[in-house]
């Protein structure tokens, strides 16, 4: 296995659109983006310019043809923003990269925003990397920052359900294991339109195939 690191250019077609959105912003922290399934997830700290209402922001989110979920959460002068949304305008691009995960194992692991770049972490068979390597540069004219052997072993991971994985995936990207906590359960459960005490099953069972996938 192999695990690559992907730069993508962040070009001004990417903003179009959403100068209104760029605008409203005073700065934001932390971005970071997952794929679910052909879906993919968003989470970042936001603070918006006096005068803004966070809520109206909201609505015109909601009302955008590739947005599947959208919730804010206040943290003391600031929101952390949840967005769930299909690949929309880059629908055809997204499709050529799951082709590639019809043919072995290919996982977007994470994305981040980085300068005017945003960086992609694939794991990814042997035998594929030369066609990962291709699709992103024919794509998205990306460059690779770095490929590195990666465990061959088969990860405790893929004894999840979906949901388990779903839900085991956003509660550590969100910062539900950090300490302090940086989303509740509830605010998880919110994201996920889950009650909290689903949540927390999901949780316990998750992790409890995760520990038994290490220690066994």
Known sequence: MKRLKIAIPNSERLYRGFEWLLGAIEWAYGDTYFTIGTDVVKLVEIKFRDGVNPEEILERLKSLPQTKDVKAFPRNEHYLIYLRASFGPQKEKAERLFELQKKGLVVFESGTFVGGESILSVL?????????????????????????????????????????????????????????????????????????????EHLRKGLKKVLEGIIE
């Open 124 to 200: 990814c068979e042997d035998g594929l990397v030369g066609e990962v390597v291709r699709t992103f540069r024919e794509t998205y004219g990306a460059r690779v920052i770095s490929v590195e052997d990666a465990e061959s072993e088969k990860s405790p991971i893929s004894k999840l359900t979906k949901r388990q994985a779903e839900v085991l995936l956003l509660a550590y990207k969100s910062g539900y294991f950090d300490e302090p906590r940086k989303v509740t359960l509830r605010e998880l459960a919110e994201m996920l339109n889950l009650s909290p005490s689903t949540v927390k």
